[in-house]
């Protein structure tokens, strides 16, 4: 048996940047423009007027400030509201692939790998560009890469589910080093016109490089032990598929983009997190003292806040349990990854931490690591 490390991360962060300012604006027009197409029916009684969103309602909710995504300009207009993105001939590379492979480019980097010398990558994601050929297999491709690829998805929980995955696969020495990518347009499935989540989600890639520790070449974090667990739940859901045109459903349903009731998320998901967590420390006989770091997926400050109460016994100090979200916003499977690569070259050898995503199924995955 061989022991896993993480010896590269990388981040691909589109350009073009929302503030919650220039979304409130546009979102409100929206509102306006949908009240007054309406008006007959508000004034029936028949449908309810659309409010106004804020900056500071949004603030209030989630902890988001910014967001990065891949087109602001249809987002931004009343007309639109969702990303435009212009159609790829099959020549060309899909949008995925070529985020992935720049979060790739920048994590073999790190590591001081070729990717030629890459025997596995997954391409662990909550919305793939398409059903095959997988999105995996194409950045493998593009890289050069050797052995195997394939696509997987386990929405939020998808980092740390691929993350066991490679991790299994270098421990048994069926690889020696695997890519895991997760690039998320979460801005294409987001509903845009919609107060209630209408500021959630951004766009981004990141990945990381798992290989065998005593190959690596410069900093690594070992991983020390992995846990996932599921529970099914609809109240975080996707309804749009290939199946759509058989069910008569091609239409503009409201269903077909994200939903999620939040009241009963943070019910359920919350205390089940922070119990796989306790769990996960105690079964491999590390104390809640012993973290020095918690990566925890990004999806709401007040949520992480929680968790972070809840493993530690206390409210964390600043640097322990970073926030990226405020800039990033959720960015779905990518969240942890992004909050660990900006936030691990402080540590020192012997630190340990600990990587968690959660979100729809249920899922939750998690992963103790320690700076080598």
């Known amino acids: 048996m061989y022991q896993p490390a993480i010896t590269g991360s990388g981040v ?25 197409e309406n008006a007959a029916a508000i004034e029936a009684g028949e449908v309810e007027a659309m409010s106004h969103s804020s900056a500071e309602f949004i603030v209030a909710a989630s902890g988001i400030e910014n967001r990065y995504v891949l087109d602001k300009s249809g987002i931004l207009n009343p007309n639109i509201m969702h990303p435009t993105l212009p159609a790829r001939s099959v020549e060309e590379p899909s949008v995925m692939a070529e985020m992935g492979v720049d979060a790739a480019q920048k994590a073999l980097a790190m590591a001081g790998v070729d990717a030629a010398d890459i ?7 909550s919305n793939h560009e398409r059903a095959y050929p997988a999105i995996a297999v194409e950045i493998q491709q593009l890289l050069g890469a050797g052995g195997f690829a394939y696509d997987m998805n386990v929405a939020c929980s998808s980092a740390t589910f691929g993350l066991q995955s490679a991790c299994d696969m270098v421990r048994t020495g069926s690889v020696k080093k695997a890519l895991v990518i997760c690039p998320e347009i979460c801005s294409a499935h987001l509903e ?58 091609m239409e503009d349903r409201r269903d077909m983009q994200f939903m999620q009731n939040g009241r ?45 109460k809840k493993v530690l016994g206390r409210d964390p100090e600043p640097g322990e349990q970073p926030n ?18 900006k936030h691990s070259a402080d540590m020192k050898p012997g630190d340990k931490g600990l990587i968690c995503s959660f ?14």
């Not at 766009?203 to 992995?226: C, P």
Request: hydrophobic fraction near 40%; aromatic fraction near 10%.
């Open 192 to 249: 845009w016109r919609d107060r209630d989540c209408h500021f959630i989600f951004g766009d981004v890639a990141t990945a990381l490089v798992i290989e065998r520790d005593e190959d690596a070449k410069g900093d690594k974090f070992l991983v020390k032990s992995t846990r996932c667990a599921t529970q099914f739940s609809n109240n975080i859901r996707n309804n749009n598929g290939y199946l759509r045109r058989t069910h008569g459903q």
């Open 119 to 125: 025997d596995c990558i997954l391409c662990a994601a």
């Open 12 to 36: 691909f962060t589109p350009e073009q940047v929302i503030t919650n300012d220039e979304l409130v604006v546009a979102f409100n027009a929206y509102a306006d423009k949908w009240n007054a």
């Open 359 to 372: 979100g729809a199924g249920y899922s939750v995955g998690s992963a103790i690591l320690e700076r080598a």
């Open 264 to 308: 009963k998320v943070f019910k359920e998901v919350l205390p089940l997190v922070s119990r796989h967590i306790a769990d996960h420390l105690s079964d491999e006989g590390v104390s809640n003292t012993d973290l020095k770091r918690l990566w925890l997926h990004q999806a709401n400050k007040t949520m992480n806040d929680y968790i972070g």
């Open 324 to 341: 990226i979200l405020q800039d990033y916003a959720n960015t779905s499977s990518a969240g942890s990854v992004i909050a660990f690569a």
